[in-house]
């Protein structure tokens, strides 16, 4: 390991810091999804040369079109890359072989145990090694437990016969990236990074603040701190959501309306940070994340307990959702069963159309095995697959396409459900024309008080 200071005014240390600056030096970066194609145009965007590499064909062929397939990637952005000859996307590995940096941005899913499925790191780095070259960065991006740089990629890394540290350089730096988010992006959202070797870390945090806000890379010591710091972000977030969710049921047994509730808290300028209630969590962040925690924790005689607690209640909010939305039914005469409901909403989250995970189609397929004739309307998801199994261990078996937004289909309906708050979508025009609303995301506040007309969870 090299990781004296001496070595950062090394040749080859002061050669990389002059391919920084003057853009010579040539960024790869592995899998071009929600993370890696903006991180992508970003460095492209900052003047550098950029290689992706992704095994999807069809990608690859819309990308060399000039076309974006992420929703926070404008298409003249990748269009303007593409011909400048900033970005090339390709389906070889071969291409790293110029590139001085590499991100790694593959998927982290789990499988059907709920145990951290590595392949697709696996995959990649097997993918860089026959190409790795002295002198190269690598920065792996992907969500992942605490270990997995060092257990996992260096391993096969070195297979090709150079060793971390001394003739390659490797970092770990969560991603950060929040689809929708119009406010933080990756020029003002602080990055966390964690090399083997200081020299590792330096050379990462150098590449990085060309695109983040310069002062805004936060050095860690090890690969294995910046990986648990993403875990740290993530469990946060899925323990405080599953808080509030807990909280919504004791609200809803009470008569109590958590939203009033909330929004009386939030009146509190220290100690205290919203959250919201919903329908449960989704998307490949929330849900899967903490379980990578708690699978390694395992390997330490150490149970995550509130990891495992949050992820049960979070789990159970569709069920909920469903439940409520019976009893609501049941006391205007009616019957979930046959029961006509137009679900708002089929993403994980507002405002963008990823629906992975996502806790509303969750409430669409309780609902249809209950029996409830659902037809649901999203405008950035065209279309849906939904599993036989209400647990979620059957086959995709049916594929629903979202309806028109009409008077006519909303009017129709017996409930109006929103599971998904869509900013573009006109609420007000929903609750006028709809005859029941049950609105699980709080999104007809600004237009609509909680009525015989409108509940909410
Ligand atoms: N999407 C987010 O908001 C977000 C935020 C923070 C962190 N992350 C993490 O970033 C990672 C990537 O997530 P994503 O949302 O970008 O996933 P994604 O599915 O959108 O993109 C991953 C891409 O990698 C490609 N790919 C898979 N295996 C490959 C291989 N061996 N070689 C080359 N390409 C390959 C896929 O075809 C796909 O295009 C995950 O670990 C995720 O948890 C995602």
New binding site residues.
């Given amino acids: 390991m090299v990781s004296s200071a001496a070595t950062f005014s090394s040749p080859s240390e002061e050669a990389f810091r002059r391919s920084i600056a003057d853009r010579t030096a040539v960024v790869g970066v592995?899998?071009?999804?929600?993370?890696?194609l903006p991180l992508a145009m970003a460095f492209a965007g900052a003047g550098f040369s950029v290689y992706g590499?992704?095994?999807?064909e069809h990608?690859i062929q819309r990308l060399r079109r000039g076309e974006s397939y992420i929703l926070d990637v404008e298409r003249s952005t990748v269009a303007e890359a593409v011909s400048a000859e900033r970005f090339h996307a390709e389906t070889r590995f071969e291409v790293l072989a110029k590139a001085d940096v590499i991100f790694v941005?593959?998927?982290?899913p789990f499988d059907r145990a709920k145990n951290p499925d590595l392949s697709?790191i696996v995959?990649?780095a097997s993918?860089i090694a026959p190409v790795l070259r002295r002198g190269q960065l690598i920065i792996l991006?992907?969500?992942?437990y605490p270990g997995t740089t060092e257990e996992i990629l260096i391993p096969i890394l070195e297979q090709s016969g150079l060793k971390a540290g001394s003739d390659f350089h490797v970092a770990f730096s969560?991603?950060?990236?929040?689809?929708g988010n119009r406010r933080f992006g990756i020029e003002n959202t602080p990055k966390v990074v964690g090399g083997v070797d200081l020299e590792s870390t330096e050379r990462a945090a150098l590449v990085l603040e060309q695109v983040v806000a310069k002062g805004k890379v936060h050095r860690v010591s090890t690969p294995r701190a910046a990986e648990l710091t993403k875990l740290l972000e993530n469990t946060f977030r899925a323990v405080n959501i599953a808080l509030v969710n807990e909280l919504a049921v004791l609200c809803d047994r009470m008569g109590i309306d958590v939203w009033e509730v909330i929004e009386a808290a939030k009146t509190k300028p220290y100690g205290f940070m919203p959250f919201y209630p919903g329908p449960g969590v989704g998307?490949?962040?929330i849900p899967?994340?903490p379980y990578y925690l708690s699978w390694k924790a395992r390997e330490f005689d150490f149970s995550t307990k509130f990891i495992e607690l949050a992820a049960e209640t979070n789990r159970q909010m569709p069920f909920f959702a469903v439940a409520k939305l019976r009893r609501l039914l049941h006391e205007r005469g009616a019957a979930l069963r046959g029961a006509r409901v137009l679900a708002l909403g089929a993403a994980f989250k507002k405002d963008i159309d990823?629906a992975r995970n996502s806790a509303a189609i969750r409430v669409i397929e309780i609902l249809r095995h209950e029996g409830a004739d659902v037809a649901y309307h999203d405008p950035f998801v065209p279309a849906i697959a939904l599993r036989d199994g209400i647990y979620g261990e059957g086959d995709m078996s049916e594929r629903l396409t979202s309806v028109d937004l009409t008077n006519e289909a909303v009017a129709a309906a017996d409930c109006v459900l929103i599971l998904v708050g869509h900013s573009r979508i006109d609420y007000r025009g929903v609750v006028d024309a709809a005859r029941f609303v049950f609105d699980v995301v709080n999104a007809t506040q600004d237009v609509a008080p909680a009525s015989g007309k409108v509940a909410r969870i």
Avoid: F, M, Q, W
């Avoid at 590499?53 to 999807?56: E, G, I, Q, T």
């Avoid at 969560?174 to 689809?179: G, K, L, N, S, Y």
């Fill in positions: 592995v899998g071009l999804g929600y993370v890696g590499v992704d095994l999807d990608k941005c593959v998927p982290t697709y995959n990649a993918g991006e992907s969500t992942t969560p991603e950060r990236i929040d689809p998307g490949h962040c899967v994340d990823d």
